[in-house]
T-cell receptor, first 114, second 119 residues
Framework: RKEVEQDPGPFNVPEGATVAFNCTYSNSASQSFFWYRQDCRKEPKLLMSVYSSGNEDGRFTAQLNRASQYISLLIRDSKLSDSATYLCVVNYVYSGGGADGLTFGKGTHLIIQP | DAGVIQSPRHEVTEMGQEVTLRCKPISGHDYLFWYRQTMMRGLELLIYFNNNVPIDDSGMPEDRFSAKMPNASFSTLKIQPSEPRDSAVYFC?????????????????FGSGTRLTVV
């Protein structure tokens, strides 16, 4: 069973604050992890890949914890333009080694307030 | 590159009518995916193709849904007959991919979606 679970929010955060959200996944064999961003009535867009060692892209930091099967996204010095829905994305690997398409969480809604 | 192109952007149709959604992937991408998004269920994978061949259609809700990819630059998703519960945003996405699909090096590029309303 494929499951990617996220807190739907909304997270209401003042501009300039730091905000973090987590996501848990059920398939321990999953190999690829991403965060996507989706603006209202728009398509999802790749924000960043998540690597085992953790990775940073400007104000955004992604972490992967394979033992606990969760990934996290940290946004520092949040901007009004960060308001969006953030989708946690995982690929699923079958026991036979075949892989499936990416599975998306339902997203966490973030609202940055002035 | 123009990105993934979907048409139409919006479609309103009456229950029972046939609906055809179209997608042009990014040139050179060998994977193509059809997703459906609703508030209740989020983004659901319907079907995906590799080199124009359907690989997994287990997400297709029922026989009313069918998808084709006659060549590397075009795919269709057809619903016949349509029902009100099919109302959703349908996204097409493409990827360079590699094994396993969607590996760390590549995410997916989505089209702008088709907002389907069945009344």
């Amino acid at each position: 069973r494929k499951e990617v679970e996220q807190d739907p929010g909304p997270f209401n955060v003042p501009e300039g604050a730091t905000v973090a959200f987590n996501c848990t996944y059920s398939n321990s064999a999953s190999q690829s992890f991403f965060w996507y961003r989706q603006d209202c009535r728009k398509e999802p867009k790749l924000l960043m890949s998540v690597y085992s060692s953790g990775n940073e892209d400007g104000r955004f930091t992604a972490q992967l914890n394979r033992a606990s099967q969760y990934i996290s996204l940290l946004i520092r010095d949040s901007k009004l333009s960060d308001s969006a829905t953030y989708l946690c994305v995982v690929n699923y690997v079958y026991s036979g080694g075949g892989a499936d398409g990416l599975t998306f969480g339902k997203g966490t809604h973030l609202i940055i307030q002035p | 590159d123009a990105g993934v192109i979907q048409s139409p952007r919006h479609e309103v149709t009456e229950m029972g009518q046939e609906v055809t959604l179209r997608c042009k992937p990014i040139s050179g991408h060998d994977y193509l995916f059809w997703y459906r998004q609703t508030m209740m269920r989020g983004l659901e994978l319907l079907i995906y193709f590799n080199n124009n061949v359907p690989i997994d259609d287990s997400g297709m809700p029922e026989d009313r849904f069918s998808a084709k990819m006659p060549n590397a630059s075009f795919s269709t998703l057809k619903i016949q007959p349509s029902e009100p519960r099919d109302s959703a945003v349908y996204f097409c996405a493409s990827s360079l991919g590699e094994t396993p699909v969607g590996s760390t090096a590549y995410g997916y590029t989505f089209g702008s979606g088709t907002r389907l309303t069945v009344v």
